[in-house]
C-alpha cells in the first residue's frame, strides 16, 4: 500500500515546485570597482558575473549590490543525471545547461561541470526530472521540459526560430559600425626582468602602469587602433608579439602575479576604430 501511495504521489507532483531557501553572498560595489577586478576577486569569470546578476554590459556603479557565488566543479559519475546533480547542489537543469552551454540533457560520465552554489533558487521544478513514471503519459512529460527551456535557459532561445528576431537588434545596436571578434586572451606584464616596458608604438607601461593595453596581431586588429575587449574595458592596439598570431592578444596587466593568474580565456574584441 505505502508503494503505491509513494508512486501516486511521484506523478502527482511532476508540475509542483519546491522551495530551495539558500541564500546568495553579496557585495556592493565601491567607487573605481570594474567587473573584472570583482570577478576575479570572488572566483568567477565576468560573463558568469553578469549571468548572475542579468547585467548585459560590463557598466556598474557605486552602491550597486552584486550576488557572487563561489565557482564549482563536479565531475559526473556513472548513473548521474543533470536533475540528481541539480537536487544535490540546490540549482535548477536550466542553471546547469545555462552555465555550461550544454543543448540537451544528455551528460557522461568525466564530464567537468561548472556549478555555482550559493545561489538563492526560489523554485525547482520537479517536472524537469526525467521519472520513470512519467514515461508511461510521453504527451505530460514532453511539453514540460521544452516550456521550461524558454523561460529558465538563456542559451534555449538562441537555438529557436524566434528568439533571433529579437536578440538581433540588441546586438546591432551595441556597435553599428563595429568590427567584432572572438579571441583567445593571455596576460602580460612590463615588471619582467630583461622587460623595457615600452611597447611597440612607443608606451612607456613602466610609468603608466594603469594604461590599458593590448598586444596584437597587426593583420587581424590594426595597430594603434582603439579596441573595446570584453572584461578589460577600452584598450589601445599598442604593442606586438612574437606568440601573438591570428586572433590572439595579449592583455597588459600591471603586476606579475595578476598577470599569471588570468590564465588563457576566449573573449570578444570590439575594434572601434
Same mark, same amino acid.
Given at each position: 500500500m505505502l508503494k503505491k501511495i509513494i508512486?501516486? &504521489?511521484? $506523478?502527482?507532483? *511532476?508540475?509542483v515546485t519546491v522551495s530551495a531557501n539558500v541564500q546568495a553572498a553579496s557585495i556592493t560595489v565601491e567607487k573605481g570597482d570594474t567587473l573584472w577586478a570583482l570577478s576575479r576577486a570572488n572566483n568567477l569569470s565576468v560573463e558568469n558575473l553578469q549571468m548572475l546578476n542579468k547585467l548585459t554590459t560590463d557598466l556598474i556603479h557605486p552602491g550597486d549590490i552584486l550576488t557572487v557565488a563561489p565557482e564549482k566543479r563536479y565531475t559526473v559519475k556513472q548513473g548521474d543525471t543533470l536533475w540528481d546533480i541539480g537536487i544535490d547542489h540546490q540549482v535548477t537543469v536550466s542553471q546547469i545547461k545555462e552555465?555550461?552551454? &550544454?543543448?540537451?540533457? &544528455?551528460?557522461?560520465?568525466? &564530464? +567537468? *561541470? $561548472?556549478i555555482f552554489e550559493g545561489l538563492k533558487n526560489n523554485t525547482i521544478s520537479l517536472s524537469e526530472k526525467p521519472v520513470q513514471p512519467a514515461a508511461e503519459t510521453p504527451t505530460e512529460s514532453a511539453p514540460a521540459v521544452e516550456a521550461s527551456a524558454p523561460v529558465e535557459s538563456a542559451p534555449a532561445p538562441a537555438v529557436e526560430a524566434p528568439a533571433p528576431a529579437e536578440s538581433a537588434p540588441a546586438a546591432e545596436a551595441a556597435a553599428p559600425s563595429s568590427k567584432e571578434i572572438i579571441v583567445e586572451a593571455t596576460a602580460y606584464t612590463a615588471s619582467c626582468e630583461g622587460c623595457s616596458g615600452? %611597447?611597440? %608604438?612607443?608606451?612607456? *607601461?613602466?610609468? +603608466?602602469?594603469?594604461a590599458k593595453v593590448i598586444s596584437v596581431d597587426p593583420s587581424v586588429i590594426p595597430l594603434g587602433s582603439k579596441v573595446y575587449v570584453e572584461g578589460y574595458g577600452e584598450a589601445i592596439a599598442g604593442d606586438t608579439g612574437g606568440a601573438i598570431k591570428g586572433n590572439k592578444i595579449d592583455i597588459f596587466i600591471p603586476t606579475k602575479q595578476e598577470a599569471i593568474n588570468f590564465g588563457r580565456k576566449q573573449v570578444k574584441v570590439t575594434i572601434l576604430n
Open positions: 508512486s501516486i &504521489l511521484a $506523478v502527482a507532483v *511532476l508540475s552555465w555550461n552551454q &550544454l543543448y540537451s540533457d &544528455l551528460i557522461h560520465p568525466g &564530464l +567537468n *561541470l $561548472v615600452i %611597447t611597440a %608604438t612607443g608606451i612607456n *607601461l613602466l610609468e +603608466n602602469p594603469n
